[in-house]
């Protein structure tokens, strides 16, 4: 046992810490979220050529063959600096679906023109009514001679504005739901961004008799439901080093804030009852985040994750809004301002609660998790 | 103990209903989201909400609850939670409560005759629109720390410095001011109440602070030699403190925010009846059917509360009346948080949306997660008014 | 609209408190808390004499034809000085199932003695499983010429261990559940104390053959669920009633342990946590007491109380768990010990959370209640 | 990172299955509801705990993480954190805490060659009970404000004064007493530890504190001119503040605390799996559901935590352990009383029932209900742990 990062982790997040400091301050992030790309193609070459993009990708698909604890760090520190980019849609979730399910030949043109930073991935799995199951994949995929057509709507695709690619899950007639890798630039293919709390690039996605070739298939036919299972367990794994990146910045933060703030004469975080939440934040971020390296090992050490995922997620999903409400609590009136930074991470920690599955669904697979072992 | 209506009570509400039914059907939808603050967003809603003063004051609603020697009532404050539970149900604007449920009643108070006579009547009437010039950037939680400066220069005061979360500043008539007329008596002392005539005068820059959202509600307002008759000084100078703490007190049973709170429950409740996901209804979700159980629960409990900060401050027990009150805001506020909270979450992927035609309820909920945190904060912090219960309410001592 | 007490009830409660703050303090709720009877049956004649057993009951039948109101306010004394008595299950339960279901000759006769202080009844409804429900109630009751015979076990018959009568649930063939009032002093009755976190008198009841004539039949055959259900949501306001004087004291208990208690040189409820943990306790119970008092008048108005009850008692329930168990937190050591008596608070909140339904279906009935209405 | 096991781990843990798996097959049941206190209750159980301290100690278990020259193995204190979790994982006695994890690492750190070899030999071969003799009526959380009194008077010091709290000190064979040696130095000045030799020695007197639900492991401790020679005062006069806050912060991680919850856990779950209510097995109530993978999720981070505490001691980061066992202890208490309420919650009717043929689980829920407020205040209360946390780990400043 050993609970300590290799000291090339430690390296790879000082570094990733101090990039983002500098390039992507909170002031950029807020010139992004207000942008309509809602990233910066500058900063995303930029993070391409630091080895983000390939860095948990096997060299022979072009990246650095870094473990799963790697890509924790990342998000961690992307987490941190709120960076605004399609990281968590390209790398996190579209990088892995095509590691998991992808061909050979789709491994190597896609993931490496991923880690090349030229290629921005966009899920397109959810749809009218935001169901998360297998069962909320209804869209049809129509048989043509040589492939598919597509059409109809998907929602709550991130990144799909800017995306090159989509992979969109569609239901082959008689064999299920099926993933398909297409255009995102087609003229048949038209995002638009929906207004959400975190300001980012969701999208709702319309394919209008989309054609698809049999080459863009990805995994199986009908096989799409166990390679988006594994690999949004993962990507839950990940959005939640994400999210407690925030938590620890939320608490650093208004700790600060906290100890410079003078009331009746003397710092706020001299009050008990401030001292006390921010213990309480403390504790929520302390106690999850040390459940997070013990649930991103079990990924790198081949284990059975999944509920494993889902209890970290659930957990994470309380405590980062329960710490960023309280952040902004502690910073009083100027912490609701757009110009303080800290409702940034309010406004986050709503929406990333609903990603990867919502809460009570991450109860639930504990919960027949731990009755399959009982 | 009788919780009825009297026939007389029954009636009123009754004809409140049947106004607000006609009036609110034009409203813009802004209100159906966040009333208290839709008012200052648009030009539109301004007007609306400046119409709506008008007509209330017409039928006499407006004031009710102030002595008749003022242009209301005196009607019971019983009658007057009866109003603004219609009032709240249906959203409306028309209320400008800085003027009517603060500065006014701080008038009847601390005014000379002549004051009275010339500040209260266009309030009555409905004709004027207040801003509260009290936090400052240094002066938040600790109001007595404030450093506006008004200096006394023969007849009239000189004012400088900056006030900040002012809501309403840019659309506003009128401020009520709390500045330091005395630089040398520290905190409480030296601080003296003023009636700002005009928000547009030289010497008054109001600049926009934008909310988490990108809402504009609050102000910074900045004074630069700003000139203040001394008979726009209201009650003696330097003694702006206790009619600043009575102000504080006044109207405070909260029952807009509960009202509110039942409002939008009502509608969660027929979105969860009306919404399928994963092959049945919201409602049929036990845990969703339990979370608003308890919000309706909450919603009845602060309703009660209110009611009796209501009865209490009739009875003349205003200590009494006061503490409930700062209980009263307490509860509401982090019950308006729960809901915000718990209604976006089991939206799931729906509950980040903004308003737009994909957002549940347009969005009313996500607006009121960010809202939230004002209400948590704004008039005194939850943890300021858990102070004050401690203190007063309790007995317990003050340590510093 | 008048929220004011009337002059007769500011007596009806001054004298109550007075009465057992000088007869039934806290040493000698211990002393029957530990005894066989768990009542004293010397104090159980003296509230007989003082008129509180038969302040609700109409005047044509003995008592003094109180309101619901009246009864409020002595469940609220009762709670304060956590009086143990039979009071809730012969006045309250039994008291209420009798006035509603019986017939003029068993009013009479019944309520009388109970007004008199002569008549302890326990009602026997749940079995083995703890249901709450109507289908929860299975015991047989066997025709017999003049009457029926019933065999079983019956749980959580509370004080039938000093009862003269029981009410006992059981199910007529092709009837449904109807009440039998029996004599709980026959040689074919056994009550035995279970021993509750309350020490109170819960019973296990069994009963072998014991024959009922069809004259001890309360309300029509087959109809005891119809009056269960109303007298037990009128049970749950007057047990909430009980439980918020308990949160009452309890805070000012610790309040005023708050204000005495020195540590670091100072009181500890100088220590603003210790304040806000006291005025969050004070807005459990004030919130809930102002819903009581409505509640209640809906109850002597005459309007549909049944899910204003349950909103009720699952908040009172909540709350006298909060209140009780901060009150000993702010106790430290000497609060957890037998000697002290805020422990005592907390031992009956968590066993009265389950009387007259357990929370989550009280919130189940509000929900029904709503979906009604909307 | 690397939380996999090695394989002598792996093997010391079986090892430690196996033993714990034959020798609790015949423990008094009263472990099963709570170990840490059943030692105390009977004559019975306690003998049960005694036998099981020679047991450990044989193996070496009892004393792994010592130092060789202290009759351990100098193990890392990720093994002994394995052995804790085997150990809690059966609800096994046999650990003196108060003699292993609290005084013997004092008297390593503060102790003369001579105590160390007479004192510490006995503790590691598991023939000895220590209680603790620290807080008093007027001293708890202000633990420095104690007031018994150690008097020198030439060779020996004559102990005057009351402890109370002291758990299981009608069963312990000797004490660790902090008392004051200077009555004119205030506070943390002016105190000394001792050995105290025999509890049984006239001038101690022991009278029992029932905890709230009757049981016995509370105790008063009264000293009468009591006689302690000057041999057994370990460490420097009046310099035993200093030696009491290292005591304080030995091994702290709190994993027994998780691992009773996870096996608690397991208990309800297969009572919910077997238990019908309503036509329907519990489990089948997705409320139901929801709160047990709730705390299921909370047992599991606070073992990560419980191990991030080991691991930061283990690697000298003492300041950070320290503050992270707080955290622990914190964290695992409240989890204890979570579990404990929700239970004892939806078992209904049932949840009310203390140890009897009725009571599922033999009451162990209830009883956790209770024993819970002990947990949150014993060896410091929650909210000490939290201004700790604030002051030492977030460096908030400390007023008064």
Redesign the interface.
Known sequence: MDLSFTSEQDMLRDSAARFLANECPFEKVKELEESAEGYSADLWQQVADLGWLGMAFPEAYGGFGGSFMDLVVIQEEIGKALFPSPFFSTVVECGSIILEGGSEKQKVELLGAIAEGSLIVSLAQYEEEGSYLESGIAMKAAPLDDGYTLSGTKYFARDANIAHKLIVAAVVEGKGPTLFLVDAQASRVTATKMPTIAMDNTCVVELADLRVSKEDIIGPLGGAWPILEKTQARAAIAQAAEMLGGCKVCIAMTTGYAKEREQYGRVIGGNQVIQHYLVNMLLAHDTANSYLYQVASMVDDGEDFSAAASALKAATNENYKFVSERAVQIHGGIGTSREHDIALFYRRAKSYESRCGSTDLHYEKVMEGLLQEA | ??????EE?EALKKEYIEFFEVEMKDAPPEFRINPSEALYSSDECWEFHRSMQKKLAAKGWLTMAWPEEYGGRGAPL?DQLLFSEVHATYRAPGIDGFGIKMFAPTLMQFANEEQKKRILPPIARGEVSYCQGW?EP?A???LA?LKTRAEYRGGHYVVNGQK??TTGAHRADHMFLLARTDPDQKRSGGLSVFNIENMKAPGIEVRP??????SHF?NEVYFTDLIVPEEDRIGEENAGWKSTRATMNFERSGIGGFISVRERL?EL??YT?TT????GFL?E???I??K???L???V???R??A??VA?EQE?GNLAVSAT?AS?SK??GSELT?RMA?FS?????????????P??PLN?IM?DA??RC??G???AG???IQ??I???A????????
Request: hydrophobic share 40%.
């Open positions: 103990m009788d919780f009825k209506l009297t009570q019983i936090s240094d938040g939680s600790d720390a900040i979360w602070i934008k909310y988490m959202n990108g609050y009502k409740i027929e009846r399928k996901r994963d092959g409602i979700n036990p845990l059917r339990q608003l159980a308890k309706h629960i909450d009845e409990l602060g009660a509360l009611y009796k009865w009875k409930l209980q307490v509860f948080q909270n976006t979450e089991f939206m799931g992927l729906h509950g980040q949306l903004e308003a737009s994909w957002a969005g996500i997660y960010q945190m004002g948590n904060i704004a912090t939850s943890e858990r102070n219960i401690a203190w309410g309790l007995g317990l001592p003050r340590f510093n």
